[in-house]
């Protein structure tokens, strides 16, 4: 049985990856859909510059820790994600209407670009 990887639009837009290379054709049509790819794609995909991009900014976002890590993009060890934080509709609602302005610039510090936009 072919391991898959949990792939999560992050934004609200239609993302689509088409890489006949590597097998994948792909299209995630709202925010939050998540789509199944293969990890050996994945873990080839991701010396793609503009694949590796999309999942850099947080436009796409692997949900499994353990995915990340076997992928290279974590930390042996990490539980908590530290190289590409992505934050959830929630997080970023209590950000902007009750957090102090401190734990806010703090945030925006560790998240990508897409993110903060």
Excluded: C
Aim: overall charge neutral; glycine content about 6%.
């Amino acid at each position: 049985m072919e391991r898959m990887v949990k792939v999560t639009n992050m934004v609200n837009k239609t993302v689509g990856v088409k890489l006949p290379e590597y097998g994948i054709n792909r299209k995630w049509v709202r925010k939050g859909q998540s789509v199944p790819i293969p990890f050996d794609a994945l873990s080839q995909m991701l010396w793609h510059n503009g694949f590796r991009n999309m999942i850099d900014k947080g436009i796409l976002y692997i949900d499994s820790m353990k995915d990340k890590i076997d992928l290279g993009l974590e930390e042996e060890g990490t539980t908590e994600p530290s190289n590409i934080v992505v934050l959830s509709d929630k997080q970023i609602e209590t950000l902007l209407t009750t957090s102090p302005i401190d734990v806010f610039k703090r945030e925006l510090d560790n998240v990508s670009e897409t993110q903060v936009r």
